[in-house]
């Protein structure tokens, strides 16, 4: 493609800030609004008749607006370089992601919402005390809401939303394609295997939940639960090689929004060289038996020792028996030499004084906590409910003020650390 | 008594008899046998279970399946 001016695994994130949106009669960028036309979107997202209905509305930071059912949020994107989409696999051709330019609606969410079988909704307060918790109250979004057909299966119904949520975000950006960006970023972490620093070396453990329908995550397109663990290069993360099709408890997954924007990832690519080797990413699975944890926590570590690993940062996805695939991960890298600092999330029951993680074990003497799942939170009244009319588990009108556990407020507890809360001990 | 599939977990909540299971979503089962294989799966597992409960421990213990 654009040879030297891009070696291969250097990436452009072209960031383009909105401010607001609205809708109008042509989508576009104007001076920092995001300008969408609402039937044209609809009537693409729809053109297959995949959905009986398809509803798109907007939520901005401040409004007194709740979102109920949320199930995943992506960032408009537009890769710019050939066929190539910004979720390549999962949208489109498979493409290597993490190389070229790419186009980024700084500041909006698309946000797929609507009802699915058996899984644990995420809430998002737009203003009031919830609007604390979670990272897409500060995001403008554009929030869908598709219904589907009677006969529609949960996984035909599953593939469709996720399909048209990655469509809705790549139509959104599209405009940007002649535009001047506000803002570049530059990820050029050269060969990350020939550096001859002094420097430790770090790896990125990152399991990836793959437990089944609706638990699952995608690599360029395909189960993560199929994988054996592998190595993917940062940039290929923060390109969209990963889309979660993750939806249970709310606060404790990681949305394909926070894939392409994992803070583990973007703080040791942008420390890489200065303190310490980013040596590179490799991705885990969360299994349900004993035989596939065992094997996934072997040869996560295995490939963490083969790139050189002296330290090794590990995240995981879920809770309840994911702290297993975690603390198995932890065990096997210690016991190579490499050091570990774990990140999770706590189920500590409402007073926080419950223990917070179903295993541990004892090699596991540096861990993050991201936030207690049962805290409850109080949320105001508000004026306007999107994304569907109940909130399941929660009797009475939606837009009513609620006490409700963090647990279901979306990403609230989030383990790849993407929360503006932090706590100080005096 | 448990039948468990994650028995790290059943060791660290204190169950004194511990007997693996298949997985987590089918503990007693599978989708990939047909239904009477799946249930001679699941007696012999109850069966494992019963005979663990009338062995002696004195410390917690995971039986083979």
Redesign the interface.
Known sequence: MQGEEFPFMKLELRKFTIKDARFGEVTGIEQGTLVINKQELVEFLNRDHSFAGVEVKLARPGEAVRIVHVMDAVQPRLKLSGDATPFPGALGPVEIAGRGQTNVLDGVAVLQTGKRQGIQEGVVDMAGPGADYSIFSRTINVVLLCTPHPATTDVEFDRATRKAALEAAVYLAGPTRPMVPDHVEVFDLGALENQAHNLPRVVYIYHLQS??LLRETFVYGEHARELLPTILHPNEVLDGAIVSSNYIIACQKNPTYLHLHNPVVLELARRHGRDLIFAGVVIANEH???RE?ERSAKFAAKLAWQLGAQGAVITQEGGG?A??DL?LTCRECEQLGIKTVIMANEIAGAAGDLPSL???VPEADAVVTTGNNDELVSLDPVEQVLGGEDIAGVAGPPDAGLTIALGRIYAATNQLGATHLSIRGY | MQICTITSIALAVGANRILPAAAIPYPLGSPDLSPNQEKAVRRKLVDQALAALQCHVDKQTIFNA
């Open positions: 437990q089944g349900s038996t004993l944890k028996h702290d297993t603390m179903v295993d541990t």
